[in-house]
């Protein structure tokens, strides 16, 4: 299957993440990430649109019954740029996690428009 987009990383906030997460895991968000870049329509249960925020998506790991988030937002359609990553531990998505990645996405596009 090829790819229909590209995956890549902001920074050093997914490396470190992911880095901290045991190899199941870590195997887990790379199976998630593939989807991610070669299905046409991914399904919600790999990406879903953070509700409340124009263009910030979480990109969903689930092994067991533990959850991961990484968050992600598309450039141009076509590019999808990894943010910082959690273990989800309650229901609600932390707010502090939604602020991180909303500061550095709009650090991303600044830094872009310069």
């Known amino acids: 299957m090829g790819k229909v987009r590209e995956v890549i990383a902001y920074k050093n906030y997914f490396e470190d993440f992911l880095k901290e997460q045991p190899v199941k895991v870590q195997n887990k968000i790379y ?23 124009k263009g910030l998506y979480e990109a969903r ?10 968050f992600c937002f598309f450039d141009k359609g076509k ?7 959690f273990t989800k531990k309650t229901q609600k998505t932390p707010k502090k996690e939604i ?16």
């Open 31 to 53: 199976k998630v990430i593939e989807i991610i870049e070669t299905y046409e329509r991914v399904p919600e249960t790999y990406l879903k649109t953070i509700v409340g925020v």
């Open 99 to 114: 602020d991180k990645a909303i500061g550095l996405m709009n650090l991303y596009f600044e830094e872009k428009n310069k």
């Open 61 to 70: 790991i689930k092994l067991a019954s533990n959850i991961w988030r990484v």
């Open 79 to 85: 590019l999808v740029i990894l943010l910082n990553g």
